[in-house]
């Protein structure tokens, strides 16, 4: 079984409309390549997300957002900014980096 | 039809020189098409303009893409739609929180009414801007037919 099989993932940016969304889909063509079966994967603005995030296994930010989660991390949540939100091939790269993805 | 044979039958797309054009004035003027064909209201453009002011320049991507748009069913968001716009010269978003100079020359601008509307724009976008001959030939637009043209010299792969 994968490591992510199961996980709750957010993706959060402003807006919860625009960056957000992207990464979203960018996580799906992550997981779907992997053949990864999330409990989880929704986007939300950061207003909502970083109350919610405590709830989250992982969640993907654009790096202008990281300050807003400062803290989240207390929590077990794992916090991952990203460069580009539209990169599943960084997406990708972050996950193994932290050790979530073989 | 793809958002971008999409944005030229309603209208909503534009050229400009960009010469000494603020970015806030540049997300106004990518506006301006939208407001004409419904999709927008005129003061739309301020509720982006607030965003990009508190947030950053985030809603600039890789190869000088800008999205500027706010979040899903915003007060004067009437239609879900894209305007499109080119610009001369690069518009200048100030730096992001790295101090890296993020400047824009082609637009997207967004307006969000309907979820499903909207995330297939997003999908078909996502695709768009990760097509780097299409986004250079978007770029040098001068007209409706560039557009197509540039979609239909360079696709897209799903």
Known sequence: MAKLDGKRVLACCANGAGSSLMMENAIKKVMDRNGIKLAELRHAPVAEGKSAARNYDIVMVAKTFVKTF???ENDGTVLIPLKN?????????ALKERDLLD | MGVLEKIVETGNYSFIDGEGVTWQEAVRLSTLPMVKSGTVSED????????????GPYVVFEHNIAMPHTQENATGAFKTGIGFMASKKMIDFGEDEDGEKKEANVFFTLSAANPNEHLDNIQQL?????????????????????????????????
């Open chain 1, 70 to 72: 400062d803290g989240v």
């Open chain 2, 126 to 158: 996502m695709s768009i801007f990760m097509n780097d001959p299409l986004i250079d030939a978007l770029a040098q637009a001068e007209s409706p037919e560039d557009i197509l043209e540039a979609a239909k010299k360079y696709p897209c792969e799903e």
């Open chain 1, 85 to 93: 939100v539209m990169s599943d091939k960084e997406i990708e790269a």
């Open chain 2, 44 to 55: 739309y453009y301020k509720q982006i303009v607030d965003c990009i002011e508190k947030y």
